[in-house]
């Protein structure tokens, strides 16, 4: 089943902060997190596993709840460079691993100057 | 390191053809994931392919195959093309699971059925 993400658009000024949410009806094993500019293709940037090991980008964190099945991923001091679809996709169960991932529909976030 | 290549970018096939499509992941990958994505649907998991093997699959009718050589590198298949199929198909490859390495996508072949 695919996650919910929200909000569905969101638009910054630069400088600004931002929280895009993933939430899942299903026990997950990890999240993880990719930006889409574009006509590009979908770039990695974090991934979160149960039990609290991250992994991913320097400048962008994210956080996992793994009792709520949601995540959270943390853009501040926005830049115009983090423009962009933001997905997170998700991979459930607790076998650990070796599952598809899912994805959500997507956040699309645009910063202005 | 040269990324993951797609050939081709782009294709227009007519309704009722089939098509192939080509994937090779970054050297030492040998798990290769397939995508679909559409405006209205986001990126709707087909299948993934580890050393040869079809190792999940997603919810996609018959007519969309796919499969693996030993050099990792992918292919897949639609048969008996739909207007629907109209979407961009993106390869991922990872060393050897998503988690906890990540994908790292291709940048896709945009396929228009007419």
């Known amino acids: 089943q695919q996650p919910v993400q929200s909000p569905q658009a969101v638009i910054l000024r630069e400088g600004e902060d931002a929280v895009i949410n993933c939430s899942s009806s299903?026990?997950?094993?990890?999240v993880h997190w990719y930006r889409q500019k574009h006509g590009e293709a979908p770039v990695f940037l974090m991934i979160?596993?149960?039990?609290?090991e991250q992994k991913g980008h320097e400048k962008i964190s994210a956080s996992f709840n793994e009792k709520k099945q949601q995540s959270s991923l943390y853009l501040t001091a926005s830049q115009l460079s983090y423009s962009g679809t933001y997905f997170c996709?998700?991979?459930?169960?607790?076998?650990?691993?070796?599952?598809?991932?899912?994805f959500g529909t997507g956040t699309k976030l645009q910063v202005i100057p | 390191k040269a990324g993951v290549t797609q050939t081709p970018r782009y294709l227009i096939k007519t309704r009722g053809q089939q098509v192939t499509l080509s994937c090779s992941p970054i050297?030492?990958?040998?798990?290769v994931s397939w995508y679909q994505q559409t405006p209205g649907q986001g990126l709707q998991f087909l299948f993934e392919?580890?050393?040869?093997?079809?190792?999940n699959k997603g919810n996609f009718p018959g007519r969309f195959s796919g499969r693996q050589f030993s050099n990792s590198r992918s292919e897949m298949n639609v048969s008996t093309l739909e207007l629907g199929d109209s979407a961009l198909y993106l390869c991922?490859?990872?060393?050897?699971?998503?988690?906890?390495?990540?994908?790292?996508f291709g940048s896709g072949t945009r396929l228009t059925v007419v």
């Open positions: 996709g998700t991979e459930g169960g607790d076998s650990g691993g070796y599952q598809k991932v899912t």
């Open positions: 299903k026990a997950l094993y990890s």
């Open positions: 392919y580890f050393s040869e093997t079809q190792r």
């Open positions: 050297s030492g990958h040998r798990s």
């Open positions: 991922a490859s990872s060393f050897d699971s998503a988690t906890p390495y990540g994908y790292t």
């Open positions: 979160l596993l149960k039990g609290g």
